[in-house]
């Protein structure tokens, strides 16, 4: 299992005050897990653990799973060049981050059926770049979608008039895929006890360019967690971290393909991860990933892995352990 660091308590509170919270807080949490068990609602004790967890920590608690991790989950970053597209499956069910450049869909479409899948539960969208959406259109057109397609809100000023937008949106209509809106908060249970959650963009009408409308998503699995980033920048990240949301995770996807644009020190800081991957092409004309960004990585012992050296990379998690395999194409 990756190592997890312990969040720092508030040492301003009398150590009984402490003492007291902390104790209510696993009282909670088994009212909530037995709760989520038998279908009754829990919504209001989870609002006290994270009042509690707000005194202790100053952020809420992260999104509990709905059952205990059972089986295999498996994060494919799929090698699609210069772009992104990541396949998460468990043992009920499957979602596709991104589907990489218009001319990779097909590359993402095979691998997705050699791994046996004939179709896939949902498909998010981080945001509406090329690099991130060119290659959907061709995933839906050739494989079903019963649980629908997740985009995030953008402000009216940044919703595309391009040819790769459309061709997505005509695909959906077409097919009448259900087409869904996702925002900080929204969840999507994945079964097997996986549970992914929406954490940002915090603000989507603040944002100030496609990049920082990408959605940010959490993937908690037993005691292994997953943060997926898009194209976000800096000043989302900040936004992020201010907000308190659990960032902690033991494996990131690096924004924006490693861009010095992406991964503040302060957003490191926050998720602590002990694995990142990087998408990225081969001799790109951005030079990603950044040197700036590689180290960061190095000084605070992250293993890494790239598309661009490693083609594609795989994690693997029993709901305690990660490891990690990469294959080139």
Request: with cysteine; charged share 25%.
């Amino acid at each position: 299992m990756a190592k997890r660091r312990r969040r720092k308590q508030n040492s301003n509170l009398p150590k009984w005050v402490l003492s007291a919270f902390a104790a209510a807080a696993v009282v909670l949490s088994v009212i909530t897990f037995g709760g989520d068990m038998i279908g009754i609602d829990t919504s209001f004790v989870q609002e006290c653990m994270n009042f509690i967890d707000r005194i202790l920590y100053g952020g809420p608690t992260s999104p509990a799973p709905t059952l205990p991790a059972s089986g295999e989950l498996k994060v494919y970053v799929i090698d699609v060049g210069q772009g992104e597209s990541i396949l998460i499956t468990t043992e009920e069910n499957s979602l596709l981050i991104d589907a990489g450049e218009n001319d990779k869909g097909d590359e993402v479409l095979d691998f997705i059926k050699q791994l046996g899948l004939t179709e896939l539960d949902y498909v998010l969208a981080t945001h509406p770049d090329s690099d991130h959406i060119g290659g959907m259109d061709t995933v839906l057109e050739n494989i079903d979608v019963p649980g629908g397609v997740f985009f995030g809100e953008m402000p009216d000023d940044l919703i595309p008039t391009t040819k790769t937008y459309e061709d997505v949106l005509d695909v959906i209509e077409e097919k009448n895929i259900p087409l869904f809106t996702a925002a900080a908060g929204d969840t999507i249970d994945l079964g097997s006890g996986a549970v992914l959650t929406v954490l940002g963009p915090v603000d989507p009408q603040a944002a100030d360019n496609k990049n920082n409308t990408s959605l940010v998503t959490r993937l908690d699995f037993g005691e292994s967690s997953f943060l997926f980033n898009g194209d976000q920048e800096e000043d989302m990240e900040e936004m992020l971290v201010q907000s308190g949301a659990d960032l902690d995770c033991d494996v990131m996807t690096m924004g924006h393909h490693g861009s010095s644009t992406s991964s503040s020190q302060e957003y490191l800081d926050a998720v602590t991860p002990e694995y990142a991957s990087i998408s990225c092409g081969r001799g790109n004309q951005y030079g990603h990933p950044h040197d700036e960004t590689i180290e960061k990585l190095e000084a605070m012992g992250v293993e890494y892995y790239r598309t661009d050296l490693d083609g594609n990379i795989t994690f693997t998690s029993d709901g305690e352990t990660i490891s990690v395999r990469t294959e080139k194409p």
